[in-house]
């Protein structure tokens, strides 16, 4: 690891398994991807004082897609520190973010979380953060999911785009998934990054012959 850069991956109670926000940092700026459940703000800051880095440092937040359990803490989390911080999505998910429409997996929710979406997220796209961050446009599990590649840490931070399960990714949760066909599609792009590990939101770390776990999980076309 890049002695520069920090990356950590948290741990926040789900349903039956743990979920996994990331964060990274370097001496010029401070990343939060994902922020957890509702209710999870405090779990959060807990964490991120574990692994050493206080929320208040935070520059930024990026956000995979629109879930519940990847949006839930933004509206607390902004309402302690947001002064410092600049929130990222992709413009087909913020729209649900925001609150101006029903989330598409919670839409019967009677008060979904309502966070601000500061900046657009787009396929390709090189963040300056913590030595560079690409951004990978991964539709399926909503039109605007996205994952993300830390150039100098050769890790993929994946989402929901696919799951792991003891460290074995497992490709598309299909029964999450909004179109499970444009989810298949997007893991192909994966193969275009030199990728040792990967952070599954559900699942954690993967990072045992990476490349030949993916070609396994691609359905070919």
């Not at 979380?113 to 990978?136: H, K, N, S, W, Y």
């Amino acid at each position: 690891m890049n002695r520069a850069v920090r990356l950590e991956m948290l741990q926040l109670p789900f349903p039956e398994l743990m979920i996994h926000p990331v964060v990274l940092w370097d001496e010029d700026s401070a990343v939060l991807i994902d922020t957890g459940l509702p209710g999870q703000i405090e779990e959060l800051e807990r964490e991120m004082g574990r692994v050493g880095l206080p929320p208040r440092k935070l520059s930024a937040v990026l956000l995979t897609h629109q879930d519940l359990d990847h949006i839930g803490s933004l509206p607390e989390l902004l309402n302690r520190y947001g002064g410092n911080i600049q929130v990222f999505a992709h413009e087909l998910d913020r729209p649900y973010i925001q609150g101006e429409l029903p989330l598409l997996k919670d839409g019967q929710l009677e008060s979904p979380p309502r966070g601000r979406v500061d900046a657009m997220l787009g396929d390709g796209q090189e963040l300056p953060f913590c030595g560079g961050i690409t951004v990978i446009h991964t539709p399926g599990h909503t039109p605007g999911h996205v994952s993300f590649y830390v150039k100098s840490e050769k890790t993929l931070i994946a989402g929901d785009a696919m799951y792991s399960v003891n460290g074995k990714l497992g490709g598309v949760h299909a029964p999450s998934a909004y179109d499970v066909d444009a989810a298949n599609r997007s893991l192909a792009k994966f193969l275009d990054f030199d990728i040792e590990s990967v952070v599954c939101y559900h699942g954690g770390l993967s990072r045992d012959q990476v490349r030949d776990q993916l070609e396994r999980i691609i359905i070919k076309p």
